[in-house]
C-alpha cells in the first residue's frame, strides 16, 4: 500500500526523521492560508498523487507549462499554483500517458539546499535483509543512477539479530562525502528512519532527495512509503491514510473478493490458481508471442462466487483481447471454475476469444459444463496448447 507524501513525512516526523515544515490543502485558499502559517519567504507546492517525476511531469491541460513541484514567493503565488494542480491531470514517466488527476497540494517551506542525496531502506531477497541504499545523485531516478553510475550507489545490510548500529551510518556517511556534525545527522536521521520501517512493516522507506541544508542539516526534502500489505491487519491506523482515488479500481474490487489480482498492460486476461502456476502461464503467452494482462490468482478454495467476480474484473480491463483460464484442480474443483466461467460469461457479454485448460480433481465434470454452456469456449490440453491457442484466437479476431 502507498501513501501521499505529506503523510509519509508525518508517519517518519513521529519516528524522530527531520522533514520540513508543511500542510496539506485541497482547495486554492487553503493552500494560501497554508503558507501563511509558514515562515517564508520561499514555499514550495506540491501535487500529491502517488507517482514519482512530479517535478518534471506536466499537466495535461497545459504540457509546455510547468510541472507538478513549483516554487512560490508569496501567499498570492501558492495560491495561483495550486488553482493550476488542483482537479488537473499531471502525466509523469510513472504514470503514463492518461496522468493522475491532483486533488490535493502539500504546501512546504523552502530549504536553504547545499547538497542533495538519496537514500533508502528497503527488503534485499537476495540476503533477506533490510538493506540501506545511499547515493550522491539526489534528486535522480535511483535505477537511472545503477545503470550509468553504479559505483555512486552504497549499501550496506543489517544484521536483523543486532538492528541499525552507528557504524551502518557512518559507512555510508563517510561514503557520502560527509564531514563533521553532517555523519552525526545523518547517522540519526537513518536510525530513525530504520525505526519507522521495521516498526510501521514496510516494503520501502525512499528520501530522493536527501538534502544537507547550509548550516550543516539532513531533512528529507521528499519521502515516499510503501507498506506491506501482508501486515497491515497490525497496523489498522495505516488502512486510514489509503487513497483509493490512486488505485486501480479493478485491484480495489478483487482485495473485496480476496483475490490476488495485479493489473499489467499486456493484452491476454489470465484465470489461474496457486501463484506458480499463474507465473508460469504469465511466461509462456510471452514465449507464444503476446502478453499477459494481468496475474490473477484466485487461489485454492475458490467458490463459484468467487470466480465469477475474478472473471468480470478481467473483462473490465479494455486492454483484454484475449482470456486464458489454466487451472490445476488439487485443493480446486474443476467443475467449480467451470460453474464459474460459466456464469460470469452469461451474465457479462463475453466479446473476446476465452481458452480453458483444465487440470486435476474433476476434471471430467468441469470439460462436461463447459461443453454443455452452448458458449464459445475452446478447450485446451495442456499449457502450452492453451497458450498457443488463445495467441491465435486474438489474431484472427483483431
Known amino acids: 500500500m502507498n501513501i501521499h507524501e505529506y503523510q509519509a513525512k508525518e508517519l517518519l516526523r513521529g519516528y524522530g526523521v527531520a522533514v520540513l515544515e508543511g500542510h496539506v490543502a485541497w482547495t486554492p485558499d487553503e493552500a494560501a492560508a497554508a503558507a501563511a502559517k509558514l515562515p517564508g519567504p520561499v514555499y514550495v507546492v506540491k501535487s500529491q498523487i502517488h507517482a514519482g517525476g512530479r517535478g518534471a511531469g506536466r499537466f495535461a491541460d497545459d ?22 494542480m488542483i482537479g488537473h491531470t499531471l502525466v509523469t514517466k510513472q504514470t503514463g500517458a492518461a496522468g493522475r488527476r491532483v486533488n490535493r497540494v502539500y504546501v512546504e517551506a523552502g530549504c536553504d539546499i547545499a547538497r542533495e542525496l538519496y537514500v533508502s531502506l528497503l527488503v534485499d531477497r537476495a540476503t533477506s535483509r533490510i538493506t540501506v541504499m545511499a547515493s550522491t545523485e539526489g534528486g535522480m531516478e535511483i535505477e537511472e543512477v545503477a545503470t550509468h ?3 555512486k550507489i552504497f549499501r550496506v545490510a543489517v544484521d536483523p539479530a543486532t538492528g541499525i548500529s552507528g557504524f551502518h551510518a557512518r559507512r555510508l556517511a563517510f561514503g557520502l562525502g560527509l564531514t563533521g556534525k553532517q555523519i552525526g545527522a545523518f547517522s540519526k536521521f537513518v536510525a530513525a528512519m530504520y525505526q519507522a520501517f521495521t516498526t510501521l512493516d514496510c516494503e520501502t522507506v525512499e528520501i530522493n532527495p536527501l538534502v ?8 528529507a526534502l521528499d519521502a515516499k512509503v510503501s507498506f506491506d500489505d501482508n501486515a497491515l491487519f497490525r497496523h489498522p491506523e495505516l488502512e486510514k491514510l489509503r487513497d483509493e482515488a490512486e488505485e486501480d479500481p479493478k485491484e480495489l474490487e478483487a482485495a473485496k ?3 490476488n489480482y ?19 502461464t504469465m511466461d509462456i503467452i510471452k514465449l507464444y508471442g503476446s502478453s499477459p494482462a494481468n496475474f490473477l490468482d484466485v487461489g485454492g478454495g475458490a467458490t463459484k462466487e468467487r470466480v465469477t467476480a475474478a472473471f468480470k474484473i478481467i473483462l473490465s480491463d479494455p486492454n483484454v483481447e484475449g482470456i486464458l483460464v489454466n487451472i490445476f484442480g488439487g485443493i480446486m474443483r474443476c467443475d467449480v471454475i467451470a460453474e464459474g466461467v460459466v456464469a460470469a460469461a452469461r451474465e457479462v457479454s463475453l466479446n473476446v476469444p476465452l481458452v480453458v485448460r483444465l487440470e486435476g480433481t474433476n476434471v471430467d465434470l468441469g470439460k462436461q459444463i463447459l461443453a454443455n454452456s452452448g458458449l464459445p469456449i ?5 499449457l502450452a496448447d492453451a497458450a498457443e491457442k488463445v495467441v491465435k484466437a486474438v489474431k484472427e479476431t483483431a
Do not use: Q
Request: aromatic content about 0%.
Open 262 to 280: 495485479v493489473a499489467l498492460d499486456g493484452t491476454i486476461g489470465c484465470m489461474v490458481n496457486g501463484a506458480g502456476l499463474a507465473m508460469a
Open 212 to 219: 544537507v541544508t547550509g548550516a550543516g542539516a539532513v531533512v
Open 378 to 382: 475452446i478447450a485446451a490440453d495442456n
Open 149 to 151: 553510475h553504479p559505483e
Open 63 to 84: 504540457p509546455n507549462g510547468k510541472g507538478g513541484v513549483r516554487l512560490a514567493k508569496s501567499a498570492d503565488e501558492v495560491r495561483v499554483a495550486a488553482e493550476a
Open 257 to 259: 473478493h480476496s483475490l
